[in-house]
């Protein structure tokens, strides 16, 4: 038996509106990454941006997102780099 519901939701109405399909894909796949599957410094900045930009989550849940994206991306990609390097 199925049920469905008789309201439906528009998102433009909602109160975080539209999620990201993109990013709801990489909260998904990128949440667990083995070591030798690190994240490159681009798919993470391009994550890290799109993050930033949303209002689904709060600062705090952000944070906790983002420590954990870290946690699994190429270490090099946060060096300190010299200008003159």
Known sequence: MII???TSVDA???RNGFVDPMLSLALIFFS???VENY???DDFDWLANR???TEVF???EKLDIL???MKHTDPHCFDNKDAND
């Open 39 to 41: 994240l490159r410094c």
């Open 4 to 6: 469905r519901s008789s």
């Open 32 to 34: 667990h990454v083995p």
């Open 67 to 69: 420590t954990n994206w």
């Open 51 to 53: 993050l930033a930009r």
């Open 58 to 60: 709060t600062v705090s």
């Open 12 to 14: 433009s109405k909602s």
